[in-house]
């Protein structure tokens, strides 16, 4: 089935400094992959949408500034969290979707743990 | 969208079976109905999705009725490894204009 890899797992910054999570489709290609924040004990908060060749599409409330998402092949988006700051500690999701027309299923990549010091 | 409403929270025990049904009023023609599962940092994991009446799968079974207003998920025979959250999603999720929101899920508890 779909497979959709995050990387890395987890990473410990400093705060400041900024800080890039990929997020590759392995046997599909990715025409719209999804941004998702996590935190304790919450459910999935959608970040931005990110169409293949264009800009990201983000949420109410999400700085597009602070939260670079860069999705230039059909197979990586990459989030950078710029100027990290310890409130944006979290853990962060990735979806994609492929090209077909019908309903397959959405897949997550695993998340990446943030924490800003 | 659709919005979803489920349970927040549900205690089972080893072995039993158990039912969280998802509300979804204003479901679309075009949306599907997909369940996934949580644990603890971890992405979610898709478990099963369905357009009406009923779908199996090897670990799940999803009831949909007539109306599709409403869904049920059935985990036959839990143990503790289901001990998870449960999340409900609907939409016609090949659309490029569909957003995928996440509602509050259910934190499904099992206990020896």
């Known amino acids: 089935g779909a497979v959709v890899s995050q990387h890395p797992s987890w990473v410990i910054c400093k705060s400041g400094t900024s800080v890039k999570i990929e997020c590759r489709s392995l046997d599909f290609q990715a025409t719209t992959m999804f941004w998702y924040r996590q935190f304790p004990k919450q459910s999935l908060m959608l970040m931005a949408t990110?169409?293949?060749?264009?800009?990201?599409?983000?949420e109410q409330g999400v700085e597009k500034d602070k939260f670079l998402i860069n999705h230039a092949s059909l197979t990586l988006s990459t989030l950078t969290v710029t100027s990290a700051h310890p409130e944006d500690s979290s853990f962060y999701i990735c979806?994609?979707?492929?090209?077909?027309?019908?309903?397959?299923?959405?897949?997550f990549g695993n998340g990446t743990r943030l924490t800003v010091t | 969208l659709a919005k979803t409403t489920q349970p927040i929270s549900m205690d089972s025990y080893e072995g039993q079976e158990v039912n969280i049904t998802c509300s979804h009023n204003?479901?679309?023609?075009?949306?599907?109905i997909t369940w996934y599962q949580q644990f603890p940092s971890q992405g979610p994991r898709f478990i099963i999705q369905g357009y009406k009446t009923k779908v199996t799968n090897e670990v799940a079974s999803l009831f949909i009725p007539a109306d599709r207003k409403s869904s049920t998920l059935s985990l036959p025979r839990v143990s503790l490894s289901d001990t998870a959250v449960y999340y409900c999603?609907?939409?016609?999720?090949?659309?490029?204009?569909?957003?995928?929101?996440f509602g509050s899920g259910t934190r499904l508890s099992i206990r020896p």
């Open positions: 999603l609907v939409g016609a999720f090949y659309s490029s204009a569909s957003k995928i929101i």
């Open positions: 990110s169409n293949e060749g264009s800009k990201a599409t983000y």
């Open positions: 204003n479901i679309a023609t075009n949306d599907y």
């Open positions: 979806s994609a979707r492929g090209a077909r027309t019908d309903n397959s299923p959405l897949h």
